[in-house]
């Protein structure tokens, strides 16, 4: 099998578990291991700089680097930004009316913050999955600073049924769902793959070299793009299906055992 010298890994579900709310000990000493043998490792996730700092207090070593907000912001350790790409105004604009009209909460994600403009029960859920009550609150402003702002991705609280009637007034986006309860919402040509496009050619590392792990929609394209896709056991079916193999869940050692596996440790 080709070495690998690059590998990506979503964090909710995937490194921290939904049921601890934390890292499991056996994942932070295997993402250790790969850092002292050499293997690049990166973040990719659909959250926010701001919102992976909580990282730091749970790993004793830092990533090499972070494809943050589904690839729209990529950054290294040293700060080096390798991809800063926002949402169309354009379809921020259009959009903006059909919310209203329809009562249809969304996050609006900024780089060091995000704002939301209603807050129900969808919302109230998502709390409780990430273990953070009081991560959204309402802001009146919310659509002013919509237009006014640079937004980098949109979590809109709709079904999947819901979807294709507010996408219809974003052309140049897509949706990339990991939820029943919302989705996330970035340029037509983003995804975490750019990202790692984005990372492997800052270091020359080929795409064959990389490994990437994930659970959610938001991970397909990157999981399709690597040169190996592991989706954990706790996955949902659709991501199961395109993924190279299927680990166990993340709170039974799934990375260390997918690692095992294609003998990279």
Known sequence: MTKIKAIFFDIDGTIRSFKTKTIPENTANTLKKLKEKGI??????????????????LLDFKFDGYITINGQYCYLE????????????????????????????????????????????????????????????????????????????LNVFVSEEE???????????KAA????????????????NTGIDAVISHFGIKLEETMAFG??????????????GVAMGNAGENVKEIADYITTSVDDDGITNALKHFNVI
């Open 177 to 192: 769902r990991w939820t029943t309860h919302f989705t996330d919402v970035i340029p037509k040509d983003g995804g975490k």
């Open 163 to 173: 979807e294709a009637d507010f996408l219809a007034y974003m052309p140049n986006s």
């Open 40 to 57: 690049k490792i990166f973040i990719a996730t659909g959250r926010a700089p701001f919102h992976t700092t909580f990282l730091n207090d």
């Open 78 to 153: 040293n700060g080096e930004v390798l991809n800063d790409k926002i949402l169309s105004k354009e379809d921020i604009k259009n959009v903006l009316p059909y919310f209203k009209e329809n009562n249809i909460a969304c996050d609006f994600a900024l780089l060091d913050g995000a704002f939301m403009n209603l807050k129900n029960s969808r919302v109230k859920w998502l709390e409780d999955e990430l273990g953070d009550p009081e991560r959204f609150k309402e802001d009146p402003l919310a659509y002013d600073k919509a237009v006014s702002e640079k937004i980098y991705q």
């Open 215 to 228: 659970d959610g929609g938001n991970d397909i394209d990157m999981l399709k793009h690597a040169g190996i």
